[in-house]
């Protein structure tokens, strides 16, 4: 890897996580001249950063209905292909979000969207993408390539509230512990 992505990495990846396969897609789309350049030139204006510790943290202390820990959805990289579930995981640890769906043209090509299908939440201002894993300004959305053609405020679905409180809910960790 050069430097120029090292250093890249350095300021959008946790240096502990920096192994972790859930960054694969954004090591991968960084050795795109246009794309590094992209990222590079928005990192220093502040509109692109890194995934929020303190999210992935969150969304690693869940209680999923699965036979493994969070962690190994990201240790695996098991979000690539996967942006619509993994979309979901993650607003389970935000108080209020939209899922948004459409394409990223940035994902065009790579083997699990080749049409550039993709799936990311809105906060704010704020893209939150559960590919790359990286955080991105609306304001240079279409520049990046998003083409938002649905979204969706999953606070008004119960089901998704009872979803969201199973996967919070800390004491059925420490129950299962027992």
Request: aromatic share 8%.
């Amino acid at each position: 890897m050069n430097k120029e992505i090292e250093d890249i990495l350095s300021i959008l990846v946790d240096a502990d996580l920096v192994d972790f396969k859930c960054f694969d897609i954004l090591k991968e789309k960084l050795k795109d001249d246009n794309f590094r350049n992209f990222v590079k030139e928005n990192i220093k204006k502040g509109l692109i950063k890194k995934f929020p510790r303190e999210l992935f943290d969150a969304v690693c202390k869940q209680n999923i209905r699965a036979p493994f820990e969070p962690i190994k959805i990201f240790i695996e990289g098991a979000n690539i292909g996967n942006c619509t579930i993994m979309s979901k995981l993650i607003s389970y640890s935000l108080d209020s979000c939209y899922i948004c769906g459409g394409t990223l043209e940035a994902l065009r090509g790579t083997k699990n969207s080749p049409d550039g299908r993709h799936t990311w939440i809105s906060v704010g201002r704020d893209i939150i993408d559960p590919s790359l894993m990286i955080v991105v300004d609306e304001s240079i959305a279409s520049m990046i390539g998003y083409t938002e053609e649905n979204r969706y405020n999953p606070n008004l679905d119960q089901r998704y509230n009872a979803a969201k409180d199973y996967a919070n809910d800390q004491e059925i960790r420490k129950k299962s512990t027992i």
